[in-house]
């Protein structure tokens, strides 16, 4: 158990810290996406920040308020409902009247998949968009088998999936949350409904074609169902959730973080475990070897199951398709993106030049070797340029309350399509032009609820020495993808998973957090009368 503590500890104040930093900059700092992924810099004026700390000390006491009424289960049932339906029918409505088409790597996938849907496989034979990013193919075979399934080719479907995805998304929270928590404490439960439904750049990317919110979808019910096994110790819950993790990898690679994750935790419940059985005298020497070797094996089974399908489909696509594996941009040219200080987009962000630049080499991946080295390098003997870059990095990813949305919504639409009216042309020009003249309010709406997700969740960390194993995988899940995105190739979108799944941990003990900040005001209050007291005495 003293093993257990330590690394529960460790992640615990590196938690602590980083998100700490995030609500520094997102008082501090504010960045915005605009045409061609452009990012633009400035300070947030003392006005905002003044604004921004109002209204979350009224959320907080209105939630605070909200707690104290009295709801039946059954009522808390439908009006969740009745929310969730909303929540679907105003994703739909706003992909029906978006309409948005796939492109750059969207359109890839989405053209691929239709290819393999229609039987024209052979079409994709040494194509240069999967030589170079391989790991696609697994998301364009779950696409073709959808588009098999519902009998048509139409982007919309895939857009329809991802409305119902994020339902689902909301829902999942909803139930890690009561998990976690204090199944008495209605706040918590609300706050997560409220956050979730309140995080509108999730809803707004439901537009976007890519394998990402999907993928998150199924990491967050797997994430579920682990909890479940620990607590219940019932073995079918930890063989769902590796099904889930491997249909989430299988969507979307980048979800190995929340994999890598949960093998942790596996393995902090199993030490938790062998410390238990070790000081039971029921069980005997055999009995407690044998009952050690199962946990251990049952771990190495999450493994293989979320892992080997992708595995062995990409590796079958990859012979299929007659892939060369010489021709696959490196993992060091991702890196050299999420380095990089010379692109125009944002510190870190993707830059086209080092792309023709490869392949102008012939694909040498030793230019790209080298580049990095001569970054790293180059922060290293200039330290306060290091820190002033990834300071900007971090901003731009995680302080950047739209996630893209709003950038991938304007001006992404086939205007050529066949039967597209002149009606839907100006309604989707008008469109664009309702997001970018509205797009400081939606900003500041958003950063109100990264600041409340932000805040909440430095306090749960600060306030509770001990966090639970389930709460620790979710502060982990939070760090894999900040330790991961501040080296890799950079954009706001790719964080939006690890912000979500901050979303239970800011919830659970709001109630609490709340009065506590209640008796520091308090304490405050009191100080400042008794001081008033005794400087009316002294002048008497």
Not at 484 to 507: D, H, M, N
Request: net charge positive; proline share 2%.
């Amino acid at each position: 158990m003293k093993v257990n503590r330590v690394i529960n500890k460790i992640i615990k104040i590196i938690g602590l810290i980083c998100i700490f930093i995030l609500v520094i900059l997102i008082y501090c700092d504010n960045a915005k996406i605009w045409y061609g992924e452009y990012l633009e810099f400035s300070k947030n004026n003392i006005f905002v920040i003044l604004l921004l700390i109002t209204i979350f000390f009224t959320i907080l006491l209105l939630m605070d308020k909200i707690n104290d009424i009295k709801i039946s289960k059954k009522n808390k049932i439908i009006f969740f409902s009745i929310l969730l339906i909303f929540y679907l029918i105003g994703q739909i409505i706003w992909i029906n009247v978006r309409r948005s088409y796939p492109i750059y790597d969207q359109y890839e996938v989405y053209n691929d998949a239709k290819l393999i849907a229609n039987g024209n496989i052979d079409k994709l034979i040494k194509n240069e968009y999967l030589q170079m990013y391989p790991h696609q193919t697994t998301l364009i075979i779950f696409y073709s088998i959808i588009f098999k399934v519902c009998g048509t080719t139409n982007v919309v479907i895939l857009q329809y999936i991802n409305a119902i995805a994020n339902t689902f998304t909301i829902i999942g929270l909803y139930l890690i949350a009561k998990l976690i928590s204090d199944k008495k404490n209605t706040l918590n439960t609300f706050t997560v409904i409220c956050l979730s439904l309140a995080f509108i750049p999730l809803s707004m990317i439901s537009t976007f074609v890519y394998g990402d919110l999907l993928g998150l979808a199924f990491s967050i019910y797997s994430i579920y169902f682990i909890i479940k096994y620990s607590k219940l110790r019932k073995v079918r819950y930890l063989f769902i959730s590796a099904i889930l993790m491997s249909l989430s990898y299988f969507c979307r690679m980048n979800m190995l973080i929340f994999f890598i994750a949960l093998v942790i935790y596996l393995c902090l419940d199993c030490i938790k475990f062998i410390s238990f059985i070790k000081e039971n005298i029921d069980y005997t020497r055999k009995s407690k070897f044998l009952k050690t070797l199962f946990k251990i094996v049952l771990i190495f089974l999450f493994i293989c199951i979320s892992i080997i399908p992708t595995s062995i489909v990409k590796g079958y696509m990859e012979v299929t398709l007659q892939l060369d594996a010489s021709e696959k941009f490196p993992t060091i040219g991702h890196i050299n993106h999420g380095i990089s200080n010379e692109g125009y987009r944002g510190p870190g962000w993707y830059v086209d030049e080092y792309i023709d630049e490869w392949k102008e080499n012939g694909h040498n991946n030793e230019v790209l070797k080298q580049r990095a080295i001569n970054f790293f390098s180059e922060y290293i003997h200039n330290p306060k340029e290091g820190l002033n870059f990834f300071k900007n990095k971090i901003l731009s990813m995680w302080v950047e309350p739209t996630f893209e949305c709003i950038w991938l919504n304007t001006g992404f639409m086939d205007l050529n399509l066949e039967n597209i009216t002149n009606k839907e042309i100006l309604t989707y020009k008008d469109l664009n032009n309702f997001l970018l003249d509205n797009y400081n309010f939606f900003i500041i709406f958003e950063k109100i609820i990264l600041i409340i997700i932000y805040t909440l969740v430095c306090i749960f960390i600060f306030r509770n020495k001990d966090l639970s194993n389930e709460q620790i995988l979710l502060i982990l899940i939070f760090l894999g993808g900040f330790a991961f995105q501040l080296f890799w190739e950079g954009k706001s979108r790719y964080v939006l998973p690890y912000v979500i799944i901050l979303i239970p941990i800011a919830s659970i003990g709001v109630k609490e957090n709340i009065q506590w900040i209640k008796d520091i005001i308090n304490k405050i209050n009191k100080k400042l009368y008794i001081s008033n007291k005794n400087c009316c005495k002294m002048k008497k």
